[in-house]
């Protein structure tokens, strides 16, 4: 019985050893994505890093909408709120957990409001026939970033 368990883990061991570097080469793997079941729209999130965002513009004619969170100082963010709406229903709220999100949402005007650290950005757009980007920026004081000193 002992030895049957010592195969049996040695063979699960060597699964996920040979496995790990497949999903290690797949940055599409570490991408988050929302699925919406009440109004039928799905988005994805992520960016942190060349390979994710890479992942993510191969995907881009998937979605219709593409936001990119920053520092107006450059610096991506994550962990951002978004809710978007289309006039006063809450077609979908979630999470951005990289500085990139894309949805998928049918045709229409909708708003969008980011929020970062208790401080929200909006914006309008309208979902068309192609991808529409937006960049919503934040001023780095309002949200407590303190950039790094040297210690000089």
């Given at each position: 019985?002992?030895?049957?368990?010592?195969i049996t883990l040695m063979a699960c061991a060597l699964v996920v050893a040979f496995a790990a570097?497949?999903?290690?080469?797949?940055?599409?793997?570490?991408?988050?994505?929302?699925?919406?079941?009440?109004?039928?729209?799905?988005?994805?999130?992520?960016?942190?890093?060349?390979?994710?965002?890479?992942?993510?513009?191969?995907?881009?004619?998937?979605?219709?909408?593409k936001l990119i969170f920053a520092l107006s100082s450059g610096q991506y963010l994550g962990d951002?709120?978004?809710?978007?709406?289309?006039?006063?229903?809450?077609?979908?709220?979630?999470?951005?957990?990289?500085?990139?999100?894309?949805?998928?949402?049918?045709?229409?005007?909708?708003?969008?409001?980011?929020?970062?650290?208790?401080?929200?950005?909006?914006?309008?757009?309208?979902?068309?026939?192609?991808?529409?980007?937006?960049?919503?920026?934040?001023?780095?004081?309002?949200?407590?970033?303190?950039?790094?000193?040297?210690?000089?």
């Amino acid at each position: 019985m002992m030895k049957r368990l010592s195969i049996t883990l040695m063979a699960c061991a060597l699964v996920v050893a040979f496995a790990a570097p497949s999903f290690a080469q797949d940055p599409s793997r570490c991408l988050i994505i929302t699925y919406d079941y009440v109004s039928n729209c799905r988005a994805v999130s992520g960016g942190f890093g060349k390979s994710q965002r890479d992942a993510m513009r191969a995907m881009e004619k998937d979605f219709d909408i593409k936001l990119i969170f920053a520092l107006s100082s450059g610096q991506y963010l994550g962990d951002v709120g978004v809710v978007i709406t289309k006039g006063d229903e809450v077609v979908m709220d979630a999470v951005s957990d990289g500085p990139w999100f894309m949805a998928d949402l049918p045709d229409g005007t909708y708003d969008v409001t980011a929020t970062y650290e208790g401080v929200s950005n909006s914006a309008t757009f309208t979902v068309g026939n192609k991808l529409t980007t937006k960049i919503m920026k934040w001023d780095p004081k309002a949200v407590g970033f303190e950039p790094l000193t040297t210690g000089e």
